[in-house]
């Protein structure tokens, strides 16, 4: 395939204008949401459908950021993201370490059971899940998000490390063990240092995870003082339909983190999702 | 611990050693992985296993949040009602329906991407990262942006299918109930034509470089090159990620519920949509429970028959 389009000069036309095409249908939407935030309020009715506006103006960013609620609901988004982000890798390194290095009675079993925790409709415990909280008394909380978050993404994250484990030679942590540290020791001064590209992607993974996850907030947060961002927007779009200007800043601003992080991850995402991939 | 080990090596001739190291052993290999481990499974069991049982046994419980002293027991009655309910069988139609579209389009252009990208061309690496940048837009925001690009005031969309003569003027399609699904199904195969893109180009990178010069020097036309040697090398890479890809869109309800909230006339309503409206917006817990327990066991059935087909397949 590659020979044959290397040949003929028509093939080599076609090849370029279907790039162009995954390249325009990829970016043409956000280009959309990025152009309606920056054009002025008075000319949205007016050009709204042009490709390029006359003027622009960041008043609706201005807006956003400082007379609504926005920055507080970022700020849950970005508590409740970092925290599931953090717990997760740790739970999530120590199970893949443990899937990686040792063999045990109920490894296939553990393995199953993630799997098939990956594949069930999440949202049939969603009534389940809204109940034990309200009876515990942590609706509108948090940290219960960060709990549920955590719980949803431990298996692909646990396969994710495990693949990243599988790749770091067992000999050298047996070497530093043969010289007398404990696997812990081993573990802690030999594999960490190395793992820490897979740390970070999984990191990046969970966190744009978390970022994303609309269903379980909206039935577990009602105040409006601890909404995450996917929340408060969509809470502001069905009150205030007509702010588009608006709407689309906060759009735009709620592309940000998931954006720095994707740049973050990028050279690990072919690798890391595919060995995952592979193997599951 | 440095302490301990000290002491051993210093009481090493006096203490028989094996019982210490048979215990050591045992250490390792039974309780140590599950010490890594106990975190995971703590969290699995309480935050996903226990309330899935809990889940399956509301779907024979009356449970509405707002009528809370009708709740109890009922045996099958639900099942009966959703039965005989007829938005249930609306949304099973729809589930096919959306689920069959989208998994097909985006495999379709997932692979010309892998086929593109896993060919030589000038500035790969940033086109690789724009194209795959869909992949990691919030997906509510990805059914935000889509609903507006739909959207006749203010995206283009309308305005050029009508040019286009698709629509007689511009209209928001997704207030159309003929045409509605098609909303949340470009916004998904947005959304999702990367990570098939990624999963098969990883696949098309492990067949070897040596097939294709072979079938070169024989002299094998590019659509023979494909046929003969591409498509057989990915086929079960393209098998798994099918499977699982459909069993997530199936269950993927965050595009729907955001564009059209399964309206209008439920023509976009699919059973994880009204799973999700019927606790969410009635607080009915034990019907949205019943219409669970019937997804998971037409996902059952349908993972069952693939794994089958795959063994038929392999065994020929």
Request: charged share 10%.
């Amino acid at each position: 395939m590659p020979a044959a389009l290397r040949r003929s000069p028509a093939a080599t036309v076609a090849k370029y204008a279907a790039l162009l095409c995954y390249l325009v249908f990829a970016l043409f939407p956000l280009y959309w949401l990025i152009k309606i935030a920056v054009t002025p309020d008075a000319l949205v009715f007016t050009e709204g459908t042009q490709v390029i506006p006359s003027a622009v103006t960041l008043d609706n960013f201005r807006t956003v950021l400082l007379q609504t609620d926005f920055l507080s609901y970022f700020g849950n988004s970005l508590y409740v993201s970092l925290g599931t982000a953090a717990v997760t890798t740790l739970v999530a390194a120590a199970a893949g370490y443990a899937f990686s290095r040792f063999d045990f009675a109920g490894k296939k079993l553990l393995i199953a059971v993630m799997l098939i925790t990956q594949m069930f409709p999440l949202l049939m415990i969603i009534a389940p899940i809204y109940k034990i909280i309200s009876q515990v008394g942590m609706l509108n909380s948090l940290t219960s998000l960060i709990v549920v978050y955590t719980a949803f993404n431990i298996p692909f994250a646990t396969f994710l490390m495990q693949s990243f484990f599988d790749g770091i030679p067992k000999d050298l942590e047996e070497a530093a063990m043969m010289d007398g540290s404990t696997r812990f020791q081993a573990l802690y001064k030999v594999v960490f240092p190395l793992t820490l590209p897979g740390l970070g992607a999984t990191l990046g993974f969970v966190f744009t995870a978390a970022w994303s996850e609309l269903l379980f907030a909206l039935m577990l947060i009602s105040k409006n003082d601890a909404m995450t961002f996917p929340v408060g927007l969509l809470t502001f779009v069905s009150k205030f339909s007509v702010d588009w200007g608006q709407m689309m800043a906060a759009g735009v601003l709620a592309l940000v983190p998931s954006c720095l992080f994707f740049i973050f991850i990028q050279r690990y995402l072919v690798q890391g999702l595919t060995s995952g991939a592979v193997k599951g | 611990m440095e302490g301990r080990a000290v002491i051993a090596r210093a009481t090493k001739t006096v203490v028989p050693r094996r019982p210490r190291a048979r215990r050591s052993l045992y250490l390792q290999y039974l309780v140590e992985p599950f010490a890594y481990l106990s975190p995971a499974i703590v969290l699995i069991g309480t935050v996903i296993l226990i309330p899935l049982i809990i889940g399956i046994s509301y779907s024979f419980q009356s449970i509405e949040l707002l009528r809370p002293f009708d709740s109890g027991w009922v045996g099958f009655e639900n099942y009966a009602a959703l039965w005989s309910d007829r938005k249930f069988w609306i949304a099973l139609e729809n589930t096919f329906f959306w689920t069959f579209w989208s998994v097909s389009l985006q495999f379709l252009l997932g692979l010309g991407l892998a086929l593109l990208l896993n060919t030589q061309f000038f500035g790969k690496r940033l086109f690789q990262a724009l194209v795959f940048l869909p992949w990691a837009v919030p997906t509510f925001l990805s059914a935000l942006t889509w609903a507006w690009l739909f959207n006749p005031v203010i995206g283009p969309l309308p305005h050029w299918l009508a040019d286009l003569g698709i629509l007689s003027e511009p209209y928001n399609i997704l207030g159309d109930p003929e045409l509605a699904i098609w909303g949340p199904i470009m916004a998904n195969i947005w959304f999702g034509v990367p990570f098939f893109a990624i999963t098969l180009l990883a696949a098309l990178q492990s067949i070897p470089g040596e097939l294709y010069e072979a079938a070169e020097i024989d002299g094998a036309s590019a659509w023979q090159t494909f046929s003969k040697i591409t498509l057989p090398f990915l086929a079960p890479m393209i098998a798994i990620t099918v499977m699982l890809r459909t069993i997530w869109i199936a269950n993927f309800a965050d595009l729907i519920f955001v564009m059209t909230g399964g309206g209008p006339a439920n023509s976009t309503q699919i059973l994880s949509t009204y799973i999700f409206t019927t606790a969410f917006r009635k607080l009915d817990f034990g019907y949205a429970s019943t219409i669970a327990v019937a997804l998971l066991l037409i996902l059952l059935i349908y993972s069952l028959i693939v794994l089958w087909l795959r063994k038929k397949l392999i065994k020929i």
